[in-house]
């Protein structure tokens, strides 16, 4: 599976206080399903949920929810654009340790498609598809989210 640590690339690229601690970032995965239709090859998909923990962050929640869904927007856009999978497809708990930390727990509803064939030798082939590549037109990609402490701002384009 590629999304887990894609996903925790991202967020180690663009979560200031993970930055500095990249230790409060945990992924699990649970839940976990394969798919296979038994067709002329063995392709599937894993379906599961992606546990994603900060622990003691000290941050505020939109330095972390933006990133995570302008990835979902590229990873799993269904998350964002279809009515039945947006009810419970993204979820959130939080801790509150102090009036300064919480331990933020999110739940993603995760599927990769894994086709397998083979190539002009014979040989198995495995490759992991990739989601259709669009990314909204409302993301900016020059924003940086923590660059400004909790006060970053997302300029929204204005499609010039």
Sequence with gaps: M??????????????????????????FIDNG?????????????????????????AGHPDSVMLPVLGWISINQPELLENYEKMQNGIQFEADILDKDKVDLGLTLRLTERVVVGTDAQGNTTVKHAGEPQRVASYLDPNWVPGTQGNASEWVVPDGK
């Design 2 to 27: 590629n999304k887990p640590e894609s996903l925790r690339a991202h967020l180690l690229a663009t979560v200031a206080e993970l930055q500095h601690n990249p230790d409060l970032l945990l992924i």
């Design 33 to 57: 399903k394969v798919r296979c239709t038994a067709a002329a090859t063995l392709s599937f998909e894993y379906s599961y949920d992606l546990q994603i923990i900060l622990t003691a962050f």
